[in-house]
């Protein structure tokens, strides 16, 4: 009577999926998410902990996208990963150097035909760090005290996306304000995620070199120092400008007026050279006031 319990037994952990190890193969991993930096060795963990089968089918895809690809089939590295790999007992890979593009999903699967449980497979997601290269650093030479500016810092390579820093004169700058341990002007603000420096009232000790760095977990990099300069307002500067510009203008204006025929304020008549055509014999014309009616000679009978 045991024999029919324990085919039982076998019948129901089959069809729950509670197959003992011992007859199925059944895989794990160290880590099911892995970090890697760029152009360093990482290696994908395909454990086997148990298995009858003496040579099980070993497959590693590739899923990029939604998209699977080989990237080891028929006992050999394919795909992406061609003369950059190769596979480590039990099942491990190993990419000799991640780039940035061996950033996907990749699946281990092993077929085990001699075991109850005859598949298995396991996902790992692989992401690659980028090192950040040299930020495009904009900083305006020269600003008026008591106006605003904004220095900009943009890095587009680095992953995950860096986190942006400020320098002035080789000194980093807080990004609060109020923790800095120098007096310093406490009008500016960082945006650490997109890299702009906002100074709200520019004051003369802002004056100087600034540079940005981005850095991330792969690294970090930063952009040559430029030089800021901060002026005084100018007042008598700009009332010498301004009534500068108005001499300037009265001047061109005299200039023009006299240049022409008449003059811009000539008051003569508009008749003053006018030619009255001559009379012929013969002929009597009006007089200049041509509405009176005066009598003439002709006119007495």
Known sequence: MAIPRLIVCFVIYTSLGLIPSSLGVILRTMDKIVWANEFEPIELTCLIESISTNNPRIEWKKIKNGVPSYVYFQNRIAGDLDQRAQLREPANILIFNATRSDTAEYRCEVAAIEDQRDFDEILISLAVRVKPVVPRCSVPEAVTVGTSTELRCLENEGFPAPLYRWFHNNEELAQDPKNTPKPVNTSYSINPDTGGLKIRIVKKEDAGEY?????????????PSQMMEVYDVDILGIFLKSFGGVVVFFALA???????????????????????PAQNEGVAYGDADEGHFRHKSSFII
């Open 254 to 276: 005299g200039t023009i007026c006299h240049s022409l025929k008449r003059g811009c304020f000539s008051n003569k008549g508009h008749n003053e050279n006018y030619n009255w």
């Open 211 to 223: 540079y940005c760095q981005a850095k991330n977990d792969a690294g970090y990099a930063q952009c």
